[in-house]
């Protein structure tokens, strides 16, 4: 059944060739039972695999492309619409402007979206969901893992790397600059809204929420059991409160304040 799904697949490429590219092409077969005058095409194990003589370097885009082995179909520097990827292409193509479905979708330069296994592209902004996504500027990544330059958001089950995110979800988030970040153990160098098991943070300006709360400098509100941060301009909250400057007020069972009114104090604490 998949090899037939396939074949259909390859041959509809095929098929919409224009002439110049018919001009260089082979006879294909497929199982030794059909031939139509384009490219050498045949079924190995499920796989599709097509050949070609000569490259043709005179298409410029076309609206769909096939990957089969280390072959595409046509040879095409841009792809304006879909790139079906059959097998496990080694290069990507220079630009695609639409969907890259199959197993490994890898493009240079991606404006739309990217579905398989794992999901690679340069420049461009994308919608990536697979296993593993790699790209430059993402609306959206939903897989296990994820790794963008800048993400909108990024839902994963194991980590979410950025430089720059809006949102995150997964067991472990780390940014150098987030809006909000959801998971067990949260990094980022710059913060606005951190929940889960433990928080860390350069500079927090927001809310940091978790059983673990750790930062250089909070401008804010730090809730957990345990609050650790050098420079406090705010609020902590929690059963033990520890801080090197205090600007504000802890509340808590334990409260430790470097520079405050009293160094240490139970149940509330403040300094100026």
């Known amino acids: 059944m998949f090899k037939k799904v396939f074949a259909v697949l390859a041959l509809a490429a095929a098929v919409a060739l224009p002439s110049s590219a018919k001009d260089y092409a082979d006879m294909v077969r497929i199982n030794d039972s059909v031939e139509i005058s384009s490219q050498s095409i045949f079924l190995d194990a ?20 096939v990957w089969a082995g280390h072959a595409m179909v046509p040879q095409a520097k841009r792809v304006t619409g879909v790139e079906l990827n059959l097998g496990w292409k080694r290069d990507g193509i220079a630009k695609l402007y639409g969907a890259g479905i199959g197993f490994i979708n890898v493009a240079d330069s991606l404006y739309g979206a990217q579905f398989g296994l794992a999901n690679a592209a340069g420049d461009g902004v994308s919608v990536q969901g697979g296993l593993a996504n790699i790209g430059d500027f993402s609306l959206a990544q939903a897989g296990v893992v994820n790794c963008a330059d800048t993400a909108l958001l990024q839902g994963g ?8 995110a809006l949102a995150q979800a997964s067991l472990i988030n780390a940014a ?4 909000a970040q959801a998971g067990f153990f949260n990094v980022s160098a710059r913060a606005i809204i951190q929940g889960g098991a433990i928080n860390t943070s350069d500079n927090l300006y927001g809310v940091s929420a978790g059983a673990v709360n750790i930062a250089s400098s909070v401008c804010g509100l730090q809730g957990g059991l345990v609050n650790v941060a050098g420079k406090v301009y705010g609020v ?10 205090l600007h504000g007020v802890q509340i808590g069972l334990l409260n430790i304040a470097g520079h405050a009114l ?3 104090m139970v149940g509330l604490n403040a300094g100026f």
């Open 46 to 65: 499920g796989f599709i695999h097509i050949s070609s003589t000569t490259a043709n370097p005179g298409i410029a885009f076309t609206p769909v492309q």
């Open 157 to 164: 089950f194991i980590a979410n790397i950025s430089d720059h």
């Open 176 to 179: 150098d600059t987030s809006l």
């Open 236 to 245: 902590q909250f929690g059963a033990f409160n520890i801080a090197d400057t």
């Open 262 to 264: 009293l160094p240490f």
